[in-house]
């Protein structure tokens, strides 16, 4: 028999009963009423049933869903007495939503307070590489979603590295493994062009892990762009909201990360060929200019032939006073300027020896040659050339060039004719 | 694992380039020499993503990480 104090009593108690009833050993399981919150930290709800109530009491940093009135929970935690009042409440370490319902009406709640917070702003959602190096997969490797994802990844193209991050995608441990797996990817951000979070569908229960508050924090804060893909079109996750992109299904996400290979060869060849195709246009444009500048050339050079023929005719007209026929050396050179003009466009190369032929030519023309055929040229003292009996009296000096050298002689006679006898 | 910022050949950055320069080459009226010396990079960079795009594989390789705490030293392994 023990007299025990009140306080004292209290103690007791509270330490007798969470020894065998604490949140290892049991849940209570009811529908939550009165929920309110004091101070922004003290959170006081009733559960209760059909036929009883209890008081609960926790902290609000430990419940990690938001909870409502009506919604059916269980809670895990220790009864005790508290001192002041002498009432009993149930001391929660955590809850658990039960049942569809429960589960909607938080996932309602979490999607109004993550979007008001902004986390789902496309503002801040970030476009993701079109030709990744290595992507970060976080999945389950025994799930289906593991191989669909690959399979389709494998067929559309080949090349990338992907680094998976294997994790549970439902149950105790997701959450946990998840956000572990952000943490490690952002440690080495620099090395990722883009993470897959993805899993294939289930119910809610299934998915609470992708609609859980940290999971979608750790996608938000992710350094590098996060794609999530989860299970089957009509699925919905705070996830895929938070997502940078939202992929409908795991083969989705494998459409979305990487391109075809056939797309980007098309695209590539079709660039190579676009770039021939102008360069060869500006290359035939300066071909066209080549032309042209050939055409005047071939006129100057046709101009250039015909000052030379001028010249010989003008050189005929003193040759027939010297008796010299310069007929068939004239024909000579038209001939050889129509060779000229016609090649000009093809035979650029073959100018210069042309013009060394011309030049041979009128060499040949030269008086110098003339003289070494056997005629002389007549100087008078001062040194021009007589081409007129006129112009010398009898008896005066007067020089005779011919080939080898010259004479000096003096005019006997003079019969005055200006012509000889060709 | 090299970091993808070093000078590995990254095919997204050399996928933009070919489309820059291709871009430069729908002007009206280019410069011959200047296009074919973009030209010549062009199909540098075309036979390389060519030859990227012949690559069979894809590499898979799962990070050995227990991922409910993250701690300092993790390795990255490779697997079949």
């Given amino acids: 028999m023990h007299i025990f104090q009140v306080s004292e009593f209290i103690l007791y108690f509270n ?36 036929d009883g109530v209890l008081d609960c009491f926790a902290m609000l940093f430990s419940l990690k869903q938001p909870i409502e009135d009506g919604m059916k929970v269980r809670v895990y935690g220790y009864p005790k007495i508290f001192h002041r009042s002498g009432k009993l409440s149930i001391n929660i370490a955590r809850v658990e939503l039960v049942g569809e319902g429960a589960l909607k009406r938080a996932f309602e709640l979490m999607k109004k307070k993550l979007s008001d917070e902004g986390l789902f702003s496309t503002e801040r959602k970030r476009p993701i590489p079109r030709i990744p190096e290595r992507i970060a997969l976080i999945t389950s490797p025994e799930a289906a979603a593991y191989t669909d994802f690959l399979r389709i990844l494998n067929n559309r193209w080949s090349g990338v590295e992907i680094h998976l991050a294997p994790v ?68 919905e996750t705070i996830a895929d909201y938070v997502a940078d992109v939202r992929a409908s299904t795991p083969t989705n996400a494998a459409e979305r990360v990487v391109p075809d290979r056939r797309d980007v ?50 050189f005929q007209r003193s040759g027939i006073r010297f008796g010299i026929a310069v007929q068939e050396k004239n024909t000579a050179v038209s001939v050889m300027a129509n060779h000229m ?82 | 694992m090299p970091p993808k910022t070093d000078k590995k050949f990254h095919f997204d950055q050399a996928f933009t380039e070919l489309e820059q320069i291709t871009e430069w080459f729908e002007k009206e009226d280019i410069d011959l020499e200047e296009g074919l010396t973009k030209f010549e990079r062009g199909l540098e960079i075309a036979r390389k993503l060519k030859e990227r795009l012949g690559e069979v594989e894809n590499r898979v390789e799962t990070i050995k990480q227990k991922f409910a705490d993250v701690v300092e030293d993790d390795s990255v392994e490779e697997t079949v």
């Fill in chain 1, 15 to 50: 330490d007798a009963v969470r020894s065998f009833m604490n949140e290892q050993q049991m849940a209570i399981e009811g529908e939550v009423a009165e929920y309110k919150v004091s101070q922004q930290r003290f959170v006081w709800f009733k559960i209760k049933d059909a």
């Fill in chain 1, 341 to 422: 003009t016609l090649g000009m466009g093809h035979h650029l190369g073959r100018r210069q020896e042309r013009f060394v032929a011309l030049q041979r030519l009128l060499a040949s023309l030269d008086p110098k040659a003339v003289l070494r055929r056997g005629y002389a040229m007549v100087r008078d003292t001062g040194g021009r050339v007589v081409k007129d009996p006129d112009t010398v009296d009898v008896g005066a000096q007067i020089t005779i060039q011919l080939a080898g050298g010259s004479l000096g002689a003096r005019v006997i006679s003079s019969s005055g004719q200006t012509s000889l006898p060709l």
């Fill in chain 1, 265 to 314: 060869r098309f695209a590539v060849t079709s660039r190579v060929q676009i770039m021939e195709h102008v360069l060869t246009r500006a290359m035939e444009r300066r071909a066209a200019r080549l032309h042209q500048s050939l055409g005047r050339l071939s006129e100057h050079v046709g101009g250039v032939v015909r000052r030379v023929r001028s010249g010989i005719e003008s």
């Fill in chain 1, 168 to 235: 549970a995608v439902q149950g105790r441990d997701a959450v946990a493994n998840i956000v572990g797996a952000f943490r490690y990817i952002n440690k080495h951000a620099t090395q990722y062009d883009v993470v897959v979070l993805t899993r294939g569908g289930g119910s809610m229960e299934d998915l609470a892990a992708f609609n859980d508050e940290a999971v979608a924090r750790a996608i938000f804060s992710s350094a590098v762009p996060v794609v999530v893909g989860v299970g089957h079109e009509r699925d």
